[in-house]
């Protein structure tokens, strides 16, 4: 009995082995994934979210995680969170573009004092808020999981288990992350932003005509309704241009950098 249960855990070992060193890599992939991440999902969640990824990323994962045998490489440890965290933060990243964009909407259309309740952790404005929301639910529905699933499982053919990324296609990849982060930030806040513009340039207009009517009194209540009626008119353009965008990254992680 002993020997026969000695013998099942020998050839059991290569198998725990291989799914562990995918658990390093997806699991802090997942601290940082939009949606599966957030801080408002319980710690205890997202351990069970990570496993549950890695049962699926595994059979996927390619002849690197295949050849794992008998015994782990140390340097495992440091290579696969470090892979994970990258892909993790690489997708954070379009999360923050609807959050940049909310801010800015908000500045614009003087309602960043308004804040979101605690709808998220993150402490931003009721436009921010809204627009995470929604994003994160469009994603959902629109298969995020299987979408997260498949670039995990893209992700070692690029950055095989047991090695490090090259720092300048990692600097690249980041940084061309970053750049496209701000412009589609401000391109998803553009409407706000030339609303307030016109709407600055003609209380200007209005104060140089009329120097004794309090401009700022009679236009603050106008550009507070412009900015709702624009963002409950515009959101769902500017969600759809999100995921689209969101969707292209997902597909082609690495296609900047590397």
């Known amino acids: 009995m002993d020997a026969a ?9 290569p198998t725990v082995l291989q799914f562990f060193a995918v ?9 940082l ?8 999902v319980p710690v205890r969640f997202r351990l069970l979210l990570g496993l549950a990824f890695t049962a699926i990323v595994w059979p996927m994962a390619g002849p690197g995680v295949q050849a794992i045998g008998v015994g782990i490489d140390p340097r495992l440890f440091l290579t696969e969170p470090v892979a994970g965290l990258a892909m ?3 997708f954070r990243l379009f999360v923050m573009v609807l959050q940049l964009a909310g801010m800015m909407a908000a500045q614009a259309t003087s309602l960043s004092q308004i804040f979101g309740g605690g709808a998220t952790p993150d402490p931003m404005p009721a436009f921010g808020n809204l627009l995470v929301i929604g994003g994160l639910a469009l994603a959902m529905i629109a298969g995020l999981h299987v979408k997260l699933a498949l670039a995990l499982a893209q992700s070692y053919s690029v950055m095989p288990p047991g090695s490090f990324p090259v720092r300048a296609d990692l600097a690249a990849w980041g940084v061309a992350g970053v750049t496209r982060t701000f412009g589609l930030a401000f391109v998803l806040a553009a409407p706000f932003l030339i609303a307030s513009l016109i709407y600055n340039v003609a209380l200007g207009a209005i104060n140089k005509a009329m120097p004794q009517l309090m401009v700022a009194f009679v236009g603050a209540p106008a550009i507070t309704l412009g900015g709702l009626i624009l963002l409950a008119i515009s959101a769902p353009v500017v969600l759809q241009l999100w995921l689209a965008a969101f969707d292209r990254g997902l597909s082609q992680p690495f296609g900047a950098g590397f």
Do not use: H, N, S
């Open 5 to 13: 249960l000695a013998d099942m855990i020998r050839q059991a070992e």
């Open 33 to 40: 994934m939009p949606g599966f991440g957030e801080q408002a």
């Open 88 to 90: 993790g933060i690489f």
């Open 23 to 31: 658990f390093l890599r997806v699991g802090a992939a997942m601290a």
